[in-house]
Each structure stands twice: as C-alpha cells, then as structure tokens.
C-alpha cells in the first residue's frame, strides 16, 4: 500500500512476484485523537489527513487517490483491479475519483459502465462526494464529451439529504470579497446542475431541512442571492416561507446565524 500511495510501480511490481495480500486494507491509526496532532496547525491537520492512508482505504482507493497510470496498467494486466471495491464506509474507488477530482478514472468507470449512484454505508453516492470535497468534478463530468455518461439523478443519502443540500451544508466564511465570489462560483454550477436535471430543490431532509435552511445555518448567504437571480418570485417565496419540523424557516436560520456571528465578533 505504501508503494501504492507513493507511486512506487516498480517496487509494486516486485512485491508481486510474493504472494501479497492484495484486497488488505489500511488500518493506519498515525497521529488520529493524539495529542501531537492537536498541536498541528489546521492546514497541515488536513494535509496530514489528506495524504494519510485512511482506515478501511483498500489499494484501488489509493491508486484513484494518487493516481498512477503504470500502476493502474500493472494492475488492470495482473487481472488485479477490482474497480467496484469498498472501503470501510462502503465508499467505492468512483467516490473516491469525484472527491479527488480523478476524470481519468471518472472516464474509466464511464466507458465500463459502473454504476454512478452505488452507496456509501451513509447513502452517499459519489455525486455527494464530490460536493463534500469542494471538488468541481460534477462540472467537468457534464462537459465529458461521451454518448454514455449517465445523467446525474436526484440521489439522496440516508438522512433525505440531496446533492444540493450537500452543497448548502458546507461551511463558509464570507470575510472577502475574494471568498464570497469563491463560494458563488462553486454554488452556481451546482445549482445549475439542479435545475438543468430537474432536480426537487424543495427536498426536505428527515428533519424537514430545505437546501435553504443548510445555507442559512452555514453562513452561505451568496446561495440566497443566487436563488433571487434565478428562479421566479412565487418559488423564492415558498422556499423562503418553508418551515422545518422545528418551525423555523429559513429566514429564521438567516437571522439566528447572523446574530451569532456578530456577538462572535463583538467578543
């Protein structure tokens, strides 16, 4: 696996000739809950975690990761590479790929006809992840120029929750202009995404939660001005008048969350 993560094909090819436990999986517990990964920064807390071999990864997931096409050719020739593996969370190599923006492998899994819209252990495709990850895959998979790309269905995870609302739940911090316009290029494909593959952007959650309320609750206040740019008002009015189980619509969540921020930086 350490050859895989650093692109060592020649000593991957070596292990070969040894029988190695190809389907083993990373059980690297490195820095996680101990005190020295505390004292880390932020930035390098995420890049240690990025490049970290997670708990459950198996070799196909590695090779998505740090992508090496030898490997993969290594691999696909020793009738090695199971590209509908899991991971422990039931992630596969494809979600994987839309985190990580791997269209190599993106391409690959189109042109073998794998299944976009498998399931992680939390509903999760690997649309979703995509949108956790902050990665603009969705974007350069709709531009894929090829007859069998899939289209890019209203999927939700176990708790309800749509690609869409993945999108709203993503924390941002709109203190730039730079960051503002950041977080609006990042929506508005999204959202267009939505629109484009009639998508119910009225989803509630189990909790009743629209990709609204997720937006409010998260500060992500340039996905209620893309809203006002894009739909009629009779629409933005229902979504904004829409209640949760708990009463509250998403103009409340607006307001709680921005009270919150100014007592923040009051203090």
């Known amino acids: 696996m350490t050859a895989v993560q650093y692109n060592q094909t020649a000593i991957f090819e070596y292990l070969l000739k040894f029988e190695v436990n190809i389907t083993a999986k990373c059980r690297n517990t490195l820095y996680v809950n101990e005190l020295d990964m505390y004292s880390l920064g932020k930035a390098e807390q995420n890049s240690l975690s990025r490049e970290r071999c997670a708990d459950g990864m198996s070799i196909m997931d590695l090779l998505v990761v740090h992508w090496n096409l030898d490997m993969r050719i290594l691999l696909h020739s020793n009738k090695l590479a199971n590209w509908e593996d899991r991971d422990d969370d039931q992630s596969t190599p494809l979600h994987y790929a839309f985190c990580h923006s791997n269209y190599d492998f993106i391409q690959i899994a189109v042109n073998r006809n794998l299944n976009f819209i498998v399931l ?75 629109i484009d593959f009639k998508h119910n ?36 009015t229902n979504l904004l008048r829409q209640e949760d189980k708990f009463g509250q619509t998403p103009v409340d969540e607006l307001f709680t969350t921005m009270s919150k921020q100014k007592k923040t930086e009051q203090l």
């Open 120 to 194: 992680s252990k939390n509903g999760s495709t690997p649309y979703h992840s995509a949108v956790v990850c902050n990665s603009i895959s969705l974007h350069v998979f709709l531009m894929m120029d090829t007859k069998h790309k899939p289209i890019i269905p209203d999927v939700k995870d176990n708790k309800g929750l749509s690609i869409l609302q993945y999108g709203s739940i993503q924390t941002n911090s709109h203190n730039t202009h730079y960051e503002i316009m950041n977080n609006n290029q990042g929506f508005l494909p999204l959202f267009q995404i939505a």
């Open 201 to 236: 952007i009225y989803n509630t959650d189990d909790f009743g939660g629209t990709f609204l309320h997720y937006a409010a609750q998260n500060g992500n206040y340039i996905q209620f001005s893309v809203l006002l740019e894009a739909l009629p008002h009779a629409e933005i």
